[in-house]
């Protein structure tokens, strides 16, 4: 049984789009220059003037913030395909592909989540590329099917930030899909198998138990007109008084 390659599903892309109102938030180095700044509050117990200092650092990398945050590409520059390569088959590993490409001028460093049936994957499917500006990236994650018909992909999440990881922008994609998974085609070509083997088997049995297709001894019977002279028993033919066959 050949395994039909246009029962794959067919690839889907998309562009991202900002999530909610403002789909920005703050990357980790922001907190880590800010936790900087408390070196401030020391002196600050004797002299208030320090503190100005701190509200100043404070200031300085909020504005930090504004740059890296402002040199991220887009939502919209951001491009994402899914693509399937076999057929999706109950209890059979597959990979799903996922394509990115950025039309920014900035390169980023992206986190990728998806909502995928739970029929497919037990868990999220969470995968971190590295997107270079004007670039394309790729990567994959696996799935078993564990239930036979269609399922439904939801959207899929992006959180992506720069090299400096200051700013972080948060983003959309809808590459809602309806994948339909198969029976397993391999477990019938093992059926297939078994069935000819089987056959094989009974055939065999068939015909060891014909009488006549053998040289094996079996038993004595009258002679028939289609019996050949070799196969005459002598011994018993002049103990019976008449002609007695061997059968093999």
């Not at 117990?45 to 503190?51: A, D, H, I, M």
């Not at 039309?103 to 989540?113: F, N």
């Not at 018909?149 to 948060?170: C, K, P």
């Not at 959309?172 to 029976?183: E, F």
Request: glycine share 8%; hydrophobic share 40%; aromatic share 10%.
């Amino acid at each position: 049984m050949t395994e039909p390659p246009q029962l794959a599903p067919q690839p889907i892309g998309t562009r991202g789009k900002a999530k909610g109102r403002l789909g920005v938030a703050f990357g980790r180095r922001f907190f880590l220059l800010l936790l900087v700044g408390l070196v401030w509050v020391g002196p600050g117990w004797t002299n208030p003037k320090y503190l100005l200092g701190m509200v100043l650092w404070d200031v300085l990398v909020l504005c930090l913030w504004l740059m890296d945050l402002k040199r991220l590409p887009k939502p919209e520059e951001i491009e994402i395909r899914r693509v399937w390569h076999a057929t999706l088959q109950l209890r059979e590993p597959a990979k799903a592909t996922l394509e990115f490409l950025n039309h920014g001028k900035s390169g980023i460093l992206l986190r990728a989540q998806e909502e995928a049936p739970q029929g497919l994957r037990a868990e999220i499917p969470e995968v971190d590329v590295q997107v270079p500006a004007g670039g394309a990236q790729s990567t994959n994650y696996s799935v078993c099917p564990r239930e036979r018909g269609d399922m439904h992909f939801g959207n899929t999440f992006l959180r992506y930030q720069s090299a400096w990881q200051i700013a972080e922008v948060w983003a959309v994609a809808s590459l809602q899909q309806t994948i339909r998974i198969y029976p397993n085609f391999q477990e019938s070509k093992k059926d297939t198998i078994y069935l000819i083997r089987s056959r094989q088997i009974a055939l065999e049995k068939r015909y060891k138990h014909q009488p006549g297709l053998g040289r094996e001894f079996e038993s004595l019977r009258e002679y028939r007109e289609s019996d050949e002279w070799r196969d005459i028993c002598w011994s018993a033919t002049a103990r019976r008084a008449k002609l007695i066959s061997k059968a093999y």
